[in-house]
């Protein structure tokens, strides 16, 4: 079970990955321009992407930003 997230923003890069043939951190990096470390951050909901990087996230793995990103209220998951 992946570890649980924290902060404003909750996403699905971990489970989109693994969808994806097991995409490693850094092919993702890579793919989109940035750093392994920002990649880990973003799955332990460490860090808030900028739209740009979202968007390019999201198009990697050929979904909406939705469908990676889902914004955290009062605790639960909007969607």
Same mark, same amino acid.
């Given at each position: ?23 490693? *951190?850094? !092919?993702?990096?890579?793919? @989109?321009? %940035? ?5 880990? &951050? ?13 968007? *390019?996230? !999201?198009?990697?793995?050929? @979904?909406? %930003? ?5 914004? &955290? ?7």
């Amino acid at each position: 079970m992946p570890p649980e997230q924290k902060g404003p923003l909750r996403n699905q890069i971990r489970r989109l990955r693994f969808e994806r043939g097991e995409m490693t *951190q850094q !092919a993702l990096a890579d793919a @989109v321009g %940035v750093t392994r470390q920002t990649i880990i &951050a973003l799955e332990a909901g460490k860090y808030v992407p900028s739209l740009l990087l979202a968007f *390019q996230i !999201a198009r990697v793995f050929g @979904v909406s %930003v939705e469908d990676v990103f889902q914004c &955290a209220k009062n605790g639960a998951v909007d969607r």
